[in-house]
């Protein structure tokens, strides 16, 4: 049975999951390359793409990926880009921006030729052409064809590219320029084949299990719902069946963010000056990287929710390793500067329970400590901001105004606003993804069905407040800035 209807994304699921099986196992080699090659691509004859032989190509280089390598072997591999191009995926797209479709009329008129300034356009037998040696791209003819038989596109993964980090090399294939990607994976989530990818550390976390690490899950308040109709509390169980020896509630890190990056509001208010959350790394890539001044002044000193929960850990239980779990690629990023040892996705987890026969809805359940759904709502847009309210409401302070900034394109017209002095409220809400983590490039069911689930489970503990959370996890001797 598919868990996607996009079928690179099942693929990627199918090699994640045998990989994982071979590295429970104790089976994991180099070989496995080839092996997953044929094994998820038999036969003679190719389904998706020119030849079978570039099917397989592409296999293993999506197994390299599962098994935290470069998709092709390089000297110089940066771990902190995640987000990585698997070029044997990447040319079916076209390359031209400009192209002549089937509905010209090789007119007499030839706007399209008195358009062009770089004697690009041509009139060949039966339409119109482009001497793309001469091309600019100017669009120009596009604009002045009479029949809209000259159309401008763009790829899916540079359109989506919310900072301009994509470009084409001389071969046509993505590239991705690491110094302006902020790792927020909309190209990954865009692109029809599956050609942009993130970095795994699914192995390396199996090889810490299997061999007795004492660790513990940290996982994000978007994994309700994510595997088919389990509770939250079953999936927490199936979290400890494949061998964690707990799981944790990122959303009580998140409670006790909203809690003190209150007090960094009030503050910011106090001086005339705006604040950003800073719960969402792709957002605080952005501002770190293309607005450095908005991030020296305005990011919120406060860590993410996962860095919370993950200190707080760290300072009572200082032998065990933690894995943070979750929908987002930047994470992965994040942790390298953080306590969390290792990041993997709700795609990885999946294929780790599936691989071990672990059904999350068919375990049986065992309670444990829960926050609040003003923390676990951060997952869904707009949620971290009415978590700061409510944790100025409970400490009998006067609100302050907040925006939230829906998706990275929202988030860089925030971003600019606040540089220019010109953003109107109090707090800025970014959320690199739009509808909030819920929606991240690594989710596995669709944001509707998630929500559905949020609202069932947690109208159980509505009355809950984040200070109760603080009076269960208590985080008054955690330093939780930056």
Known sequence: ??????????????????????????????SVVDELA????????????????????????????????????????????????????????????????????????????????????????????????????????VNACPFNAIV????????SCPVDAISMDENGLAQIDEEKCI?????????PFGAIEDM????????????????????????????????LPQIKQGIRELGFEEAYEAAIGADAVA??????????????????????????????????????????????????IGRYLKHHYPDHKLVFVGPCVAKKQEVQDSCIDYCLTFEELAAMMISRHISPENVTPSEADIASAYGRNFAIGGGVSKAMLQALKENSEDAVSAEYADGAAACKKALLLMKVNRFQSDVLEGMACVGGCICGPAAIENAPKIKQRMAKENAEIKEKTITSTLQQFDFSDIDLHK
Not at 13 to 30: P, Q, Y
Not at 278 to 302: D, G, I, L, R, T
Request: glycine letters at 4%; proline letters at 4%.
């Open 1 to 30: 049975m598919s868990l996607f209807e996009h079928e690179a994304r099942q693929f990627k699921f199918d090699v994640l999951r045998e990989v994982s099986h071979r590295c429970f196992e104790g089976k994991l080699t180099d």
């Open 38 to 141: 044929y094994l998820l691509i038999p036969g003679k004859h190719a389904n998706f793409r020119c030849c079978v032989y570039k099917e397989r190509e592409i296999i293993r280089q999506r197994t390299r990926m599962a098994m935290g390598k470069a998709p092709i072997p390089t000297e110089n591999d940066n771990p902190r880009q995640i987000v990585r191009v698997i070029e044997a995926a990447c040319d079916d797209c076209n390359i031209h921006k400009i192209l002549v479709t089937d509905n010209c009329r090789k007119c007499m008129a030839k706007s399209c030729m008195a358009a062009c300034k770089f004697d690009a356009m041509k009139m060949g037998p039966d339409h119109a052409y482009i001497d793309y040696d001469k091309c600019k791209e100017c669009g120009a003819c």
């Open 152 to 159: 401008e596109t763009q790829r899916p993964c540079k359109a």
């Open 183 to 191: 790792n927020c994976g909309a190209c990954q989530a865009k692109c």
């Open 200 to 231: 795994s550390w699914m192995t390396q976390v199996i090889e810490e299990l299997t061999s007795g690490t004492k660790m513990f899950a940290i996982f994000a308040p978007a994994i309700q719902g994510q595997f088919d109709n389990a509770t």
């Open 259 to 308: 809690w003190y990056e209150r007090e960094d509001a009030l503050k910011h208010k106090e001086e005339g000056k705006k604040i950003t959350t800073s719960c969402c790394p792709a957002f605080v890539n952005m501002a770190k990287q293309h607005f450095p001044s908005v991030y020296e002044n305005n990011v919120s000193h406060m860590v993410s929710p996962m860095v919370a």
